[in-house]
């Protein structure tokens, strides 16, 4: 399995909602990030997870708060979100996050389309 | 501070005609450069690594460090290759870091 898998594809949530995002690899990678892609722009960071740890918070507000049950899942939790929170959430995972890592390059799910009404 | 440069917002070439993409980069230690495509509707690839020095669906990227570039370039355009590319470089913290990218459009 060479993928990383992203459900929901598709979410509409309201302001005073509380949903999650979920991302699953099974690669064996040890470090797996969020990030958020607004139309026609690239991809920002908003966490990093390395050995199921946080280890980057980009000042991303707290109504986004991530989770790492285990080496394979990353969980994006979602609370009293904003219409401008509407974008593409991508997940991604890379071999590791330490030295000698980034080479590799990060491995990308297809991703969450979230529209907060 | 590590900064990625793309300075074309679109590309437009004719089926067959050369392309390149420009990527210039800042940044002061020595950088793992990647090239990124996504196609319509799909998720985001990686196209090219920098270390590995190799051709994928015929493109090609030299790192020049005396420029700070890592162009994207491919002899003979096909319609296929339409889609946005994003230069990108792991910085500090290994944080991958992208150029805002460039849509190339390839006419037929």
């Known amino acids: 399995d060479t993928e990383v898998t992203q459900t929901p594809k598709h979410l509409v949530m309201g302001m005073t909602n509380k949903k999650s995002l979920k991302c699953e690899q099974h690669?064996?990678?040890?470090?797996m990030y969020w990030y958020k892609q607004k139309a026609k722009k690239p991809p920002e960071l908003m966490f990093v997870y390395s050995y199921e740890k946080l280890s980057i918070n980009e000042s991303v507000p707290s109504r986004f708060s991530p989770e790492c049950p285990n080496s394979s899942l990353l969980n994006l939790h979602l609370h009293a979100l904003q219409p401008e929170d509407s974008a593409l959430y991508l997940c991604?995972?890379?071999?590791?996050?330490?030295?000698?890592?980034?080479?590799?390059?990060?491995?990308f799910g297809s991703g969450t389309r979230l529209t907060v009404v | 501070a590590q900064r990625v440069t793309q300075p074309e917002k679109l590309l437009s070439v004719f089926k067959g005609a050369p392309v390149e993409l420009k990527c210039n980069y800042s940044?002061?230690?020595?950088?793992?450069l990647f090239w990124y495509v996504q196609y319509s509707r799909q998720r985001l690839q990686l196209l090219l690594r920098?270390?590995s020095r190799e051709s994928i669906k015929g493109f090609t990227a030299d790192l020049n460090k005396g420029e700070t570039s890592f162009h994207l370039k491919k002899p003979f355009a096909q319609e296929e290759d339409s889609a946005m590319y994003y230069c990108a470089l792991t910085s500090i913290g290994n944080k991958l870091v992208f150029g805002a990218g460039t849509i190339l459009r390839v006419k037929s």
């Open positions: 991604a995972s890379s071999p590791g996050h330490g030295s000698g890592q980034a080479a590799y390059g990060y491995t």
């Open positions: 920098h270390i």
């Open positions: 690669m064996g990678h040890r470090a």
């Open positions: 940044y002061s230690g020595s950088p793992e």
